[in-house]
């Protein structure tokens, strides 16, 4: 047991502990929270990131510790989407599936309670897909990364939120 008293080994094992606690922190609250940051969820985010800091590198504040931390959370990130892709039942586990929030122009509320969405961020997640209303919506999915897809009538007005960002600033140019 005296490898364990090695302060290297401890901010790896402390490091990719905090990184499991938090990838179970965030599976429990909802997934909403990775793409629909608020002000609020964003000093948040900043301040457990603060928080655990100390935690996983163990007072060890030398530019080594520092490297040893951030390492050992690139190699367990690495190695859990690699179980992921090779395992999709792990996947599945860690990430959650898709829910679907939309179906024909109604709302399912079962699934916004589920997710823990409001119709309100429904329907803000739809306008901003350039869709006036709940019934021009065909299908509406809070996909497992936190965005909501939307596709519309005659799947002709299908949108990313992503790709409609990325039309406007190209049409700005």
């Known amino acids: 047991m005296e490898f364990l008293h090695n302060s290297y080994l ?24 990775l793409s ?12 457990i990131s603060n928080a655990v800091q100390n935690a996983m590198v163990l007072g060890n504040e030398t530019l080594l510790g520092g490297i040893t931390a951030a390492l050992s959370l690139f190699a367990v990130n690495y190695l859990l989407k690699k179980l992921q892709l090779r395992f999709p039942k792990f996947g599945k ?4 599936d898709a829910i679907m929030l939309v179906y024909h122009g109604k709302v399912i509320p079962s ?6 969405i409001s119709e ?10 350039g869709v006036a209303t709940i019934g021009e919506v065909d299908l509406a999915v809070l996909e497992v990364d936190g965005n909501v897809s ?24």
């Open 93 to 96: 586990l860690v990430q959650g």
């Open 111 to 116: 699934h916004l309670r589920m997710a823990g």
């Open 36 to 47: 629909q940051l608020s002000v609020f969820d964003l000093v948040f985010i900043l301040l």
């Open 150 to 173: 939307v596709l519309s009538h005659d799947f002709k007005k299908q949108s990313n939120r992503r790709r409609k960002a990325h039309k406007v600033l190209s049409e700005q140019s």
């Open 10 to 33: 401890q901010i790896i094992l402390s490091s990719i502990g905090v990184y499991i606690f938090i990838i179970l922190a965030i599976r429990l609250f909802g997934k909403k929270e």
């Open 120 to 129: 309100e961020e429904v329907m803000q997640a739809v306008r901003e897909h």
